[in-house]
């Protein structure tokens, strides 16, 4: 009984990660695919030396594999039946 509960927990643990990621997805197709030539460009072309679209685009993407890696419904080798 303690088992199956445990693992329905990883299941709905893994379900939110999961509805995260797709909207993580889908926010990044947005910022990808959009057209943003109406906004302004007075950004700075470089942040601490590091150009500023390299920073864009690590701040984007960090995430991915941190939420990949919560995503996968995972079960312990003990809780196995």
Known sequence: MKRQRRKETVSAR????????LAYILAV??????NFSGVQ?????MILGIPTD???HFCMFFPFP????????RVP????E
């Open 54 to 56: 390299k920073i864009v």
């Open 29 to 34: 197709g947005f910022l990808c695919f959009n």
């Open 66 to 73: 941190i939420l990949a890696w919560y995503s996968i419904d």
């Open 41 to 45: 460009h007075d950004i700075p072309l």
């Open 77 to 80: 080798e003990g809780m196995v």
């Open 14 to 21: 893994a379900l939110i990660f999961r509805i995260i990621l």
